[in-house]
């Protein structure tokens, strides 16, 4: 329990963090619609764990056999933009309003650049089994940060906050906060 | 026309700030800053400028896409290259350099999400705005951590025994900088933008005081 304590939050600390603020671009939108930030959250954990599992049978199968491991980078890409594009065309089809939202927040290329991120913090080295584990925590931590931005996104387009600072400066400052606190949490435990 | 068609839609430094974000925990040095920053700028001019030849037959969906698998095709070859220089700065950052992918991504976004129907001159001109923006914050970032990390700048220390603070190395810090950075910049930025816009209404108002000059002077007929 502590171990996994340990490494979502080591986890949320690194690099997921980093990549979390990529999609910092979407607070120029609607990102305050909770809703929406579930659906694409949910959307999000599909395609990586998607995405982590066709990668670690080719990375298992494909790339370390023929001594390719450099070439997994154009693989990530291209699964991850197959993905979001599948997402995309899905939502079209679904849900009209999820649509108008997933395109006002320009959410394709966010998601896009963050699965790609993501994917690049999973460790392929070992089983197919242990890669999945990985990228199970992964998507865990990736969930618990933007759950918990999604509640201080719509604070953070408070008028009163000089426009110097909003909305993405002071998103960053907040992530910087709550990297220091998980910091703490992790050598603490 | 040209002015209104190029004029950003988005705080340009916001996306800078993001594409920071995302190597910012692989940037401790100088010389790191100086090769991040570098390629960053160089990677990003070539593949925006590249796609912006199949703007009119390719969606901005597509056109992102086309952006990030051109960079991901540029940092294979280059971790090849790299690879077989085998100069230490080169195979130090060798596995850190598939960051600047999604720093491109995100640099990207400007042109290809805020700036429709332009031509590759626009393009370039755009682009490269806000890739000389980057390099510089990200070459001042990079002096900023290294001094406080380190005590040193380029290796060259600077302050004797002194090694730099441990808090310097970690992300928390990383991201505070940045966050620092982008709202001294933003602060620049938006009195430049007041700026222009006090400038925009002031020719509007003079404009229309012709006008009226006109109308009184030659009668309803009188046109500017």
Known sequence: MANGLLCLTLLVTSNVMLTNGFGALGLQRNKSNLWFVLYNTFTMILVILACSSLYALAYVYLLIPYNLERLGILIIVMFSAISNFGVLEITKLVNKEMYYYYDATYSFVVNMGLTIGIMFVIDYSGSFGESMVYACLVSAAYAVATLLFAFAYSRMHNQKISRIFRPVPITILTMSIMAMIIYAISISI | ?224
């Open chain 2, 1 to 224: 026309m040209i002015r209104e068609q190029s004029r950003f839609t988005i705080n340009p430094l916001y996306v800078v700030a993001v594409a920071m974000c995302t190597i910012c925990q692989y940037v401790n040095t100088l010389q790191q800053g100086l090769l991040f920053g570098l390629l960053t700028a160089v990677i990003c001019l070539l593949c925006t400028n590249l796609v912006s030849l199949v703007e009119k037959i390719a969606d901005k969906n597509l056109r992102a896409f086309l952006i990030t698998m051109l960079t991901a095709v540029i940092i294979v070859i280059l971790e090849y290259v790299f690879e077989l220089l085998n100069w230490e700065i080169l195979t130090e950052n060798l596995d850190s350099i598939k960051w600047i992918i999604i720093a491109v991504t995100a640099l990207s976004i400007v042109p290809t999400y805020f700036e429709t129907r332009l031509t590759t001159r626009h393009y370039f001109i755009n682009m490269f705005f806000s890739v000389i923006s980057f390099f510089v914050l990200i070459v001042v970032y990079s002096v900023i951590i290294e001094v406080l990390g380190f005590g040193s700048i380029f290796g060259y220390a600077l302050f004797g025994n002194f090694g730099g603070f441990v808090f310097a190395g970690q992300l928390y810090f990383k991201l505070f900088v940045i966050a620092l950075l982008i709202i001294l910049t933003n602060f620049i930025y938006q009195a430049v933008e007041d700026r222009k816009m006090r400038f925009d209404l002031l020719v509007e108002k003079y404009k229309l005081n012709i006008k009226q000059v006109l109308n009184e002077r030659d009668g309803k007929g009188g046109t500017l």
